[in-house]
């Protein structure tokens, strides 16, 4: 089986939490490291968030986020409230969600294969999970979470977990990976990953590519919250523009300026797909624990 044919959802789990731990810190540095047009990099911040904001955040939850003896949502909560002590913003709410679920998966369900570690994760947790979720949430403050109606995070609502992430992912892509135990990012975002990694041979170009062909297939809900539906269309077919141009492009060394072109482009229009970013982080995280990213 070449690494091209893997389907990770199907694999055993091994679970190691010295590896879950590097995972997660080599996935939150290349989010950084890599260009995602109209997120912070070593290159380009926003004007209210910087590139050290986002690595302050990774190195303090490293631990809190992989520890086996925390509950999944204490390991939410404790994050959330250690990067607001620290940086006072909201840099990784969203990598927190994402990465807590898969981490906590791994330590709850050794003998499971993946995908059913992170269905029985979600189905089994507590409503204690559940409060503390809402807290976190309500703590780090994203826009548009807290203004829905019945079920608004700050009412501390008594239903499960995944009745909550059901009820939310309408309106939020990291409730619906919740809700749907992952299946958007083992059907499309890691094999896109393992694609890009085997075709480009550039580690960073191939988080760039892989988050083009995120945004291009599901318009980022960050943007659909903060606009419109129709202004998030928008910005996946200025995405789609991209991926075609460098498909004709076979010199990966102009690739990083075409990069920041549409970087600086979204800057300017004050759009973050934030949520195609953090949809990757944890694919990433996922993509090195399981077959380990290229030196």
């Not at 910087?50 to 949502?73: E, Q, V």
């Not at 480009?200 to 599901?218: A, N």
């Not at 004709?248 to 934030?274: F, I, T």
Request: aromatic share 8%; charged share 25%; proline share 3%.
């Amino acid at each position: 089986m070449t690494y091209k044919s893997i389907n990770i959802s199907n694999l055993k789990i091994n679970y190691q939490v010295n590896k879950l731990e590097s995972s997660y810190l080599n996935a939150c540095r290349l989010d950084v490291e890599s260009i995602k047009p109209g997120n912070v990099n070593t290159l380009s911040g926003h004007h209210d968030t910087a590139c050290d904001d986002f690595i302050i955040s990774y190195k303090l939850t490293s631990k809190i986020i992989t520890s086996p003896n925390l509950d999944l949502g204490d390991k939410i909560l404790n994050c959330i409230k250690s990067t607001k002590e620290e940086v006072h913003k909201n840099t990784n709410l969203g990598i927190i969600l994402l990465c807590a679920l898969f981490s906590h998966s791994l330590s709850l369900s050794k003998d499971n294969l993946v995908k059913d570690a992170i269905k029985e994760c979600v189905l089994t947790s507590s409503r204690d999970d559940v409060f503390k979720i809402c807290n976190a949430i309500s703590l780090a403050k994203p826009g548009g979470l807290n203004v829905q109606d019945k079920y608004d995070v700050d009412l501390k609502p008594n239903i499960s977990l995944y009745n909550i992430m059901k009820i939310s992912s309408s309106y939020d892509m990291i409730s619906k990976q919740y809700a749907c135990f992952f299946e958007d990012i083992f059907e499309f975002i890691l094999p896109t990953l393992i694609m890009s990694i085997d075709r480009i041979k550039d580690i960073k170009l191939s988080i760039s590519y892989t988050f083009l062909k995120t945004l291009e297939k599901y318009p980022d809900s960050h943007i659909c919250r903060k606009y419109d539906d129709k202004f998030a269309k928008k910005t996946s077919n200025e995405a789609s523009d991209l991926i075609k141009i460098l498909d004709g492009d076979a010199r990966l060394e102009s690739w990083g300026k075409k990069l920041m072109s549409l970087d600086n482009h979204y800057k300017m229009a004050r759009v973050n797909p934030g949520t195609t970013a953090d949809l990757l982080v944890v694919s990433i995280m996922i993509y090195d624990y399981f077959i380990g990213l290229p030196k």
